[in-house]
């Protein structure tokens, strides 16, 4: 079947413009996943949902970061006000269950540039 | 704050080389284990993932993992690359907190030549 997908794979964006990122993860996977990977660097955790709800936000750098799930399938990653800082590549991941032992599926990413 | 080293970044081999990625994290508590693997132009995908039992872990490709508890590591192993494994390989960490956190090191670009 079909795999994590996420769109726009590319964007870029003037210092200040808000964005949103979306992810379409594997049709019945109950947990979703948003990472930022910076440059040579490994995926860093933003932010997880079970179904719809937001069980985990710590990982999200500032309040101009937000995700919303609102039927507990496709997301969406937000971010207001975009900063230099902010240019990475965003990841979603989804896996089956809630259970931190389960495969996650990643999808191909969203590369963000913020000018 | 917990964390995941992997030593080396980049490792070149010849074809046959045996293969060793080392990985540490810091955290006393109880872990899943996980090696994903980033082929050129694809998605990340799992590798092999440990949470209990044998600490010498299989997985796909003929690659293995050794969990030592003492140590704090969790080796990746292979005993012959071919040109295909040419990848950036990534440790993660997922420590039973409550919480759902996965923790990823920096990733090793291995190259293979043929």
């Known amino acids: 079947g079909a795999g994590v997908s996420q769109s726009p794979r590319y964007k870029v964006a003037k210092r200040g413009q808000d964005v949103a990122l979306r992810c379409d993860p594997i049709s019945g996977h109950v947990s979703l996943f948003w990472y930022q990977q910076a440059l040579g660097q490994g995926p860093e955790f933003l932010t997880y949902?079970?179904?719809?709800?937001?069980?985990?936000k710590s990982g999200l750098p500032s309040d101009r970061f937000f995700a919303e799930r609102p039927e507990g399938s496709v997301s969406t990653l937000k971010i207001q006000r975009t900063q230099q800082e902010d240019s990475a590549v965003y990841l979603c991941a989804s896996s089956w269950s809630g259970n931190q032992r389960d495969e996650q599926f990643f999808g191909p990413g969203t590369r963000l540039t913020v000018l | 704050a917990q964390s995941v080293s992997q030593h080396n970044h980049h490792v070149i081999l010849s074809e046959a080389a045996s293969l060793e990625l080392g990985c540490n994290y810091s955290?006393?508590?109880?872990?899943?284990l996980f090696w994903y693997v980033q082929y050129p132009g694809q998605h990340l995908q799992l590798l092999l993932k440990?949470?209990?039992?044998?600490?010498l872990v299989k997985g796909i490709k003929g690659f293995e993992a050794e969990f030592i508890k003492s140590k704090f590591s969790f080796n990746l192993r292979k005993p012959s690359v071919q040109w295909s494994d040419t990848a950036e390989y990534f440790c993660?960490?997922?420590?039973?907190?409550?919480?759902?956190?996965?923790?990823f090191g920096a990733g090793t670009r291995l190259f293979v030549k043929a």
């Open positions: 440990y949470f209990s039992g044998d600490p």
């Open positions: 955290y006393g508590g109880t872990v899943n």
């Open positions: 993660a960490v997922s420590p039973y907190t409550g919480g759902f956190k996965t923790i």
């Open positions: 949902f079970q179904n719809e709800a937001q069980l985990d």
